[in-house]
């Protein structure tokens, strides 16, 4: 016989989960109009005179590039004018520009393709512990697929690499250094140019994952990183997704990693897609040379959120002036990652933290480990960083909740 309490336990679960689900999707909804967006190293808005240079690419200009037709012809035309205009920014040559898909792809595409281009004279690859995962997982599968060795540079507490242990590490049978000109999570500088100075004198190709450089730092020419290979994504910078370029100096010849047709000089099979290019070039043109990052505006914003490691167990990570304007990293003691996104989230923040989010958890961020924090350190990290759209209204609301947040946190 059942009980009326026995009863009501089984029906009083969806009843409470219906309730709650209704309370965030309510609560949620509300809370989405008033989002403010402090996740730029994520990704930019597309920029609205970005997106009017691909509409013509999304209606009338459909042709396909490698056609000989007249239709087709027209979309080549744009095609190669498209690859002088970025060379003209880069003052390079336009046949060492290679349009991809974005940073993941031209980072294997330098990583994978000029290992196996160069793999008669050696095996050995360089990286540091802070990179990417696009440029770490893909040097991990060198190794454990294709025979490859690595050395994993460490960086000191501000997460830069020392030129020295690079010369030290590299040896006769290095054929390839990658290392990030900015990094993601902490906005850390790397001193890019002396890295790659080093690896010119040794006589080894030095990539750069330069993906959060652009349209932040300032850019003369691609060949200040002193580096044969430079990755680059646009929606980095208010350009489209699915958009990027990497620099191959010439002569360099990697090997293509996507095979089919001859596009890009036989350098990355598959028919262009000219509404992501001409996107690309367009934002390359306007933000890059005059970073859309403006220092001046940035930097106070983020130097006021600095003042967060007042409060306690609240540290700055990467206080060094060597960092990018619009990136302020911190962690928070007795708090994981994950409750914090969700906390500022409901509060109206977009936030980040250092690593992606898999199952419902966030591993501790392998940048903060490679610097010295401990994994509880490294489970609690968040990155705000900030754009042209931040307003310093936003910053004063973000510190006035900033320890309500926490203390909710902390004391559930
Ligand atoms: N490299 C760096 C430094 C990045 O910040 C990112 C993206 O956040 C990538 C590579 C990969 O970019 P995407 O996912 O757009 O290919």
């Given at each position: 016989?059942?009980?009326?309490?026995?009863?009501?336990?089984?029906?009083?679960?969806?009843?409470?989960?219906?309730?709650?689900?209704?309370?965030?999707?309510?609560?949620?909804?509300?809370?989405?109009?008033?989002?403010?967006?402090?996740?730029?190293?994520?990704?930019?808005?597309?920029?609205?005179?970005?997106?009017?240079?691909?509409?013509?690419?999304?209606?009338?200009?459909?042709?396909?590039?490698?056609?000989?037709?007249?239709?087709?012809?027209?979309?080549?035309?744009?095609?190669?004018?498209?690859?002088?205009?970025?060379?003209?920014?880069?003052?390079?040559?336009?046949?060492?520009?290679?349009?991809?898909?974005?940073?993941?792809?031209?980072?294997?595409?330098?990583?994978?393709?000029?290992?196996?281009?160069?793999?008669?004279?050696?095996?050995?690859?360089?990286?540091?512990?802070?990179?990417?995962?696009?440029?770490?997982?893909?040097?991990?599968?060198?190794?454990?697929?294709?025979?490859?060795?690595?050395?994993?540079?460490?960086?000191?507490?501000?997460?830069?690499?020392?030129p020295l242990d690079l010369e030290n590490a590299i040896q006769n049978?290095?054929?390839?250094?990658?290392?990030?000109?900015?990094?993601?999570?902490?906005?850390?500088?790397?001193?890019?140019?002396?890295?790659?100075?080093?690896?010119?004198?040794?006589?080894?190709?030095?990539?750069?994952?330069?993906?959060?450089?652009?349209?932040?730092?300032?850019?003369?020419?691609?060949?200040?990183?002193?580096?044969?290979?430079?990755?680059?994504?646009?929606?980095?910078?208010?350009?489209?997704?699915?958009?990027?370029?990497?620099?191959?100096?010439?002569?360099?010849?990697?090997?293509?990693?996507?095979?089919?047709?001859?596009?890009?000089?036989?350098?990355?099979?598959?028919?262009?897609?000219?509404?992501?290019?001409?996107?690309?070039?367009?934002?390359?043109?306007?933000?890059?040379?005059?970073?859309?990052?403006?220092?001046?505006?940035?930097?106070?914003?983020?130097?006021?959120?600095?003042?967060?490691?007042?409060?306690?167990?609240?540290?700055?990570v990467c206080s060094s002036t060597l960092r990018l304007a619009n990136?302020?990293?911190?962690?928070?003691?007795?708090?994981?990652?994950?409750?914090?996104?969700?906390?500022?989230?409901?509060?109206?923040?977009?936030?980040?933290?250092?690593?992606?989010?898999?199952?419902?958890?966030?591993?501790?961020?392998?940048?903060?480990?490679?610097?010295?924090?401990?994994?509880?350190?490294?489970?609690?990290?968040?990155?705000?960083?900030?754009?042209?759209?931040?307003?310093?209204?936003?910053?004063?609301?973000?510190?006035?909740?900033?320890?309500?947040?926490?203390?909710?946190?902390?004391?559930?």
């Amino acid at each position: 016989m059942f009980t009326s309490c026995s009863l009501f336990i089984p029906y009083s679960f969806p009843l409470f989960f219906a309730l709650l689900l209704w309370l965030v999707l309510f609560f949620g909804r509300e809370r989405q109009v008033k989002s403010i967006y402090l996740d730029y190293n994520a990704t930019t808005p597309l920029d609205p005179a970005v997106k009017e240079a691909m509409l013509p690419f999304l209606s009338d200009y459909y042709g396909n590039p490698s056609s000989i037709h007249s239709i087709g012809r027209k979309v080549r035309a744009f095609l190669d004018d498209s690859r002088e205009r970025v060379a003209d920014v880069w003052k390079c040559k336009a046949s060492e520009v290679v349009f991809t898909s974005g940073a993941t792809e031209s980072i294997n595409l330098a990583i994978c393709g000029t290992a196996r281009f160069l793999m008669a004279k050696g095996r050995h690859i360089i990286t540091s512990a802070v990179e990417h995962h696009a440029v770490l997982h893909t040097i991990e599968y060198l190794v454990n697929k294709e025979g490859f060795e690595k050395t994993i540079l460490p960086v000191d507490a501000e997460g830069r690499v020392n030129p020295l242990d690079l010369e030290n590490a590299i040896q006769n049978d290095t054929v390839l250094v990658s290392i990030m000109a900015a990094n993601n999570e902490t906005g850390a500088i790397q001193p890019v140019a002396e890295l790659g100075a080093v690896c010119r004198r040794l006589g080894v190709c030095f990539h750069t994952d330069a993906v959060q450089w652009f349209g932040k730092e300032p850019f003369d020419n691609i060949h200040q990183f002193n580096a044969d290979l430079v990755s680059i994504c646009g929606h980095k910078f208010y350009g489209p997704k699915g958009s990027g370029a990497l620099f191959v100096r010439s002569p360099l010849l990697p090997d293509p990693i996507l095979f089919g047709g001859s596009q890009e000089n036989s350098r990355r099979a598959g028919t262009e897609d000219m509404s992501a290019i001409a996107g690309f070039v367009n934002a390359v043109e306007r933000f890059v040379p005059s970073p859309v990052f403006e220092k001046s505006f940035l930097l106070p914003l983020t130097t006021r959120l600095s003042s967060l490691c007042s409060h306690s167990g609240v540290n700055l990570v990467c206080s060094s002036t060597l960092r990018l304007a619009n990136t302020c990293c911190f962690t928070v003691s007795g708090a994981d990652s994950l409750s914090l996104l969700a906390a500022f989230d409901l509060n109206g923040f977009c936030l980040s933290a250092g690593s992606a989010c898999s199952a419902g958890s966030l591993t501790p961020s392998h940048v903060l480990s490679a610097m010295g924090f401990c994994n509880e350190e490294a489970a609690s990290i968040v990155r705000i960083s900030l754009g042209r759209e931040t307003r310093e209204k936003d910053i004063d609301l973000f510190l006035s909740l900033f320890p309500l947040v926490i203390n909710q946190i902390r004391n559930p």
